[in-house]
């Protein structure tokens, strides 16, 4: 990516300026101070998706990685690995989730049961596929919404 000319000065002053965006987001704070947090870093990013990348079909999407190690024999150690996109569109449509992956961080780091890292990947872009996630939020949302009325029908 850095062999366009474009990009070159200016990678180095987006990765400082995420790193300042990165630095305020503890998983240790209120809910409510994470997820604020959390939502600017994906907003921030976005943005300069929309000014850097998406020139170069190209978008950076911020994943919380998650290893987990657990001793198999004395002293031999196997380790896992998950990873969750963090991107504003799901963020934005499926807060309850994103709750619910605060408060699991939150567990795993105080019981020290996990390792967790932010990661940026570089993915490729088209307007194409973003049509296409936005479409499958929708379906995603009927069906919730089905759900949600199947079972508050059910209750009564």
Same mark, same amino acid.
Do not use: C
């Given at each position: 990516?850095?062999?366009?000319?474009?990009?070159?000065?200016?990678?180095?002053?987006?990765?400082?300026?995420?790193?300042?965006?990165?630095?305020?987001?503890?998983?240790?704070?209120?809910?409510?101070?994470?997820?604020?947090?959390?939502?600017?870093?994906?907003?921030?990013?976005?943005?300069?998706?929309?000014?850097?990348?998406?020139?170069?079909?190209?978008?950076?999407?911020?994943?919380?990685?998650e290893n987990i190690y657990e001793?198999?024999?004395?002293?031999?150690?196997?380790?896992?690995?998950?990873?969750?996109?963090?991107?504003?569109?799901?963020?934005?449509?499926?807060?309850?989730?994103?709750?619910?992956?605060?408060?699991?961080?939150?567990?795993? $780091?105080?019981?020290?049961?996990?390792?967790?890292?932010?990661?940026?990947?570089?993915?490729?872009?088209?307007?194409?596929?973003?049509?296409?996630?936005? $479409?499958?939020?929708?379906?995603?949302?009927?069906?919730?919404?089905?759900?949600?009325?199947?079972?508050?029908?059910?209750?009564?």
């Amino acid at each position: 990516m850095i062999k366009y000319d474009f990009l070159w000065d200016k990678l180095p002053i987006f990765f400082e300026n995420f790193n300042s965006q990165l630095s305020k987001l503890s998983f240790f704070k209120l809910e409510a101070q994470v997820m604020s947090d959390l939502f600017k870093i994906v907003s921030w990013l976005e943005n300069a998706n929309r000014a850097l990348f998406h020139h170069f079909d190209t978008k950076a999407v911020l994943y919380i990685a998650e290893n987990i190690y657990e001793e198999v024999d004395v002293g031999t150690y196997e380790q896992k690995r998950r990873s969750f996109p963090l991107e504003s569109l799901f963020f934005l449509n499926f807060p309850d989730m994103y709750k619910q992956l605060v408060a699991y961080v939150r567990q795993k $780091l105080i019981d020290h049961k996990s390792e967790f890292r932010l990661v940026i990947v570089f993915k490729g872009y088209n307007k194409n596929k973003n049509q296409m996630t936005r $479409l499958r939020i929708e379906t995603m949302e009927q069906e919730r919404g089905k759900t949600l009325y199947q079972s508050s029908v059910s209750k009564q």
